[in-house]
């Protein structure tokens, strides 16, 4: 079946800190995979994603590359924003499906 | 452009009582889901619709209904409320061409924060 292993947090970083945010999946077939954000009080908003192998999606300064060889989507910050705080979910979506398969989040806090 | 409307946005049903949380979105998108999100744990898919008058089952749909009468609107239907349904819920929608190898980015509503006690 379909599943998403995320690290767990929640984790806290001061300002201009390195971030990686780790994710692991398990798919049949050749799967999408997503980082999405939720910022408090609102929806999920869609980071990144990434569509086959070796795939890197990027956006805001925030990068992660399909891994097949390792099942694994890694999330990347090279320096963080005390706005980064938030919790990123993990998911995926599998071959000619729409619905997505979420990872439990991991609530990131940026320190002044 | 609104997006994804969720109403309300807060909610406390005695248990036994029934309520409909109510989705809409105006972006002519013909996909749209239901998910539940618990404390600690990620999402999870009740129900969806690939188009008005279709729906289907999710990972977890015991204790709901939906219905899709238009493009627009995804009602969620509680009908008798339970302690193991106090959550955050979340609807979703996002556009198939229907090739099925086309994966579009879902976009999601504010949520409706609702506990039964």
């Known amino acids: 079946g379909n599943s998403v292993t995320q690290m767990e947090g929640p984790v806290t970083l001061s300002e201009e800190a390195f971030l990686t945010i780790n994710c692991t999946y398990t798919?049949?077939?050749?799967?999408?995979l997503f980082w999405y954000v939720q910022y408090p009080g609102e929806g999920l908003q869609l980071l990144l994603k990434?569509?086959?192998?070796?795939d890197k999606g990027s956006n805001k300064g925030f990068e992660a590359t399909y891994r097949k060889e390792t099942t694994s989507f890694h999330l990347e910050k090279g320096s963080v924003q005390v706005s980064d705080s938030a919790v990123y979910f993990c998911?995926?979506?599998?071959?000619?499906?729409?619905?997505?398969?979420f990872g439990t989040g991991t609530r990131l806090t940026v320190i002044p | 452009n609104a997006g994804v409307t969720q109403t309300p946005k807060f909610r406390i049903l005695k248990i036994g009582q029934s309520m409909t949380l109510q989705c809409t979105q105006d972006?002519?998108?013909?996909?749209m889901y239901w998910y539940r999100q618990d404390p600690g744990m990620g999402l999870k898919l009740i129900y969806y619709?690939?188009?008005?008058?279709?729906?289907d089952k999710g990972e977890v749909p015991n204790g709901y209904n939906v219905s899709r009468s238009t493009t627009e609107d995804f009602p969620l239907r509680l009908e008798l409320a339970a302690p193991s349904q106090t959550s955050v819920y979340f609807c979703?929608?996002?556009?198939?061409?229907?090739?099925?190898?086309?994966?579009?980015?879902?976009?999601f509503g504010p949520g409706t924060r609702l506990t039964v006690t």
């Open positions: 979703a929608s996002s556009y198939s061409g229907g090739s099925g190898s086309e994966t579009y980015e879902q976009y």
């Open positions: 798919a049949t077939g050749y799967p999408s």
């Open positions: 990434a569509t086959k192998a070796d």
């Open positions: 998911a995926l979506s599998s071959t000619g499906a729409n619905n997505l398969f």
């Open positions: 972006m002519n998108h013909n996909y």
């Open positions: 619709s690939v188009g008005a008058g279709i729906t």
